[in-house]
């Protein structure tokens, strides 16, 4: 598959400590997208499944984490590939997943006829729909009110961060050891204008 970053240890992808692994290409063009480096499908680097399930056992046994959040980029853009790493994660591990996808579900279900018993079944959580600015509500793991939240085993269904009452967001900042600044979560309306004005500040 071929993934544009991942991040062996995070706390705003979801509940608990997680791996986040972000999956290159996306056709929707999404107006300020908060991953446009994602869009592009060719910027990634291809990892056999192989590589990711050590990935994902090394996560597990040095980090302890409970779950993956699979995000893009367009995850199902890699159908075959998304498939079979979480077939496997069920499969062999205990974490529990979610996925964001910027189609909406009614039209995977439509262009994927196998789709429940192939992906769907494997996830506790997805998140789909298109990120649209302008109805960035601040709500939890939503980018916008637009995008439906599904809870396909039930899991966090009645954990109260996800009820849109709860308007509660993190996101982490992390310098790369080559100076490369990397943001993980999900920023509120013009953040990235706000941050850059900051930094032109602070560096007079
Ligand atoms: S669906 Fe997601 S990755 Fe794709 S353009 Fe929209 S915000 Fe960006």
């Known amino acids: ?31 300020n997208c908060i991953n446009q480096e994602g869009q592009n499908e060719k910027a990634g680097s291809y990892y056999p ?5 050590a990935l994902i056992r090394k ?21 075959d590939e998304l498939k079979g790493l979480l ?3 069920k499969s062999n591990t205990k974490l529990d997943t979610i996925v964001f996808t910027g189609y909406k579900l009614s039209d995977l279900l439509k262009k994927h006829g196998n789709i429940k018993n192939d992906v769907l079944n494997y996830i506790d959580v997805l998140i789909d729909g298109e990120y649209k600015e302008e109805l960035n509500c601040g709500d939890y793991l939503r980018g916008s009110s637009n995008q439906n939240l599904y809870f396909f085993t039930g899991k966090y269904i009645h954990d109260e961060r ?17 100076g490369e600044t990397f943001f993980i979560g ?12 900051q930094l032109s500040t602070i560096a007079g």
């Open 162 to 178: 996800f009820n849109s009452l709860h308007k509660e967001r993190e996101f982490e900042f992390e310098i790369k050891d080559g």
């Open 59 to 79: 996560s597990i046994a040095k980090h302890e984490i409970g779950g993956i959040t699979i995000s893009g980029g367009e995850p199902f853009l890699q159908y």
């Open 87 to 89: 077939s496997w994660i």
């Open 49 to 53: 499944l192989s590589e990711v399930f």
């Open 1 to 31: 598959m071929v993934i544009i970053q991942h991040q062996k240890i995070t706390e705003v992808l979801g509940p608990g400590t997680r791996l986040a692994i972000w999956l290159a290409g996306c056709d929707k063009g999404c107006k």
């Open 186 to 197: 999900i920023p509120p309306i013009g953040f990235y204008d706000k941050f850059i004005e």
